[in-house]
């Protein structure tokens, strides 16, 4: 750990004293941080968003990557105040950062109420066994949307 490190996981960390202060939401934050300079910030905003999405990794990068002009975050690093939950997880892997440093670990966040574990063990489950129902309809005239993919001369790749 360096003192960028430090700095960088501090300015995390107040932005979600800021948040939770103004009552956007729970109390994380997060920067996007590319070579050495913070490009982006975000604090949760779900409650005041009145968006489940609007988790402080996810909004940091949004902004970053409309600031970089890609979806892809190859040459940045991410510090969160919190071990991101499964969905920010999952857009974080999209994302393709370098690295992730994160303060308090989902053990922590869960001792505030904050608790994804039941999340982690609903991917464990087959899809007919989860809490939320699932009904797979149509597939056939869905399927056509692959192929055209498959096809497609002109995709941008990712």
Request: proline share 3%; aromatic share 12%; with cysteine.
């Amino acid at each position: 750990m360096t003192a960028s490190d430090r700095k960088f996981m501090r300015a995390a960390i107040q932005l979600a004293e800021k948040g939770m202060k103004m009552n956007a939401g729970g109390p994380f934050g997060a920067v996007v941080v590319k070579n050495g300079e913070i490009i982006a910030e975000g604090f949760n905003r779900v409650t005041s968003y009145n968006d489940p999405t609007a988790h402080a990794e996810i909004i940091a990068i949004r902004e970053a990557c409309r600031k970089l002009g890609t979806f892809q975050l190859d040459d940045c690093e991410i510090y969160t105040s919190c071990e991101p939950c499964p969905m920010c997880l999952g857009a974080i892997y999209w994302a393709r950062p370098k690295k992730i440093y994160y303060a308090c670990t989902r053990e922590d966040a869960a001792s505030a109420n904050f608790d994804d574990q039941f999340i982690y063990d609903e991917l464990e489950l087959k899809i007919d066994e989860r809490r939320v129902d699932f009904e797979n309809i149509i597939r056939e005239e869905g399927l056509y949307l692959f192929s055209n993919w498959i096809n497609k001369n002109d995709k941008k790749e990712y």
